[in-house]
Nanobody, 121 residues
Framework: QVQLVESGGGLVQPGGSLRLSCAAS????????MGWYRQAPGKQRELVAA???????NYADSVKGRFTISRDNAKKTVYLQMNSLKPEDTAAYYC???????????????WGQGTQVTVSS
């Protein structure tokens, strides 16, 4: 069994910062790409940022220059540092990871339970 557990969401004023964390646990053989998605009410889930096992990152245009994704492979954890937050960043944020379990032939995508980020004055 594989679990992704997120933390760090909350309420913040416009212009503020938050740091999200997502730790993977279970019978993990290897973790490929990890990423963060978000879903606002009435909207589709969208990619915010992703990072490869080697550390290459890509971002949605809407967050470039404000958000930074990073990972600690030893801790099986991915982070999302969010600065200069805007009300339009308000959403449920979900962690995603492509993981191969010890007995798998192929890797699969796993999701966290989501953490709410609300940007409001």
């Amino acid at each position: 069994q594989v679990q992704l557990v997120e933390s760090g969401g909350g309420l913040v004023q416009p212009g503020g910062s938050l740091r999200l964390s997502c730790a993977a646990s279970g019978s993990i053989f290897s973790i490929n790409a990890m990423g963060w998605y978000r879903q606002a009410p009435g909207k589709q889930r969208e990619l915010v940022a992703a990072i490869t096992s080697g550390g290459s990152a890509n971002y949605a245009d809407s967050v470039k220059g404000r958000f930074t994704i990073s990972r600690d492979n030893a801790k099986k954890t991915v982070y999302l540092q969010m600065n200069s937050l805007k009300p339009e960043d308000t959403a449920a944020y979900y962690c995603n990871a492509n993981i191969k379990r010890r007995w798998d032939t192929l890797s699969s995508d796993y999701w966290g339970q989501g953490t709410q980020v609300t940007v409001s004055s």
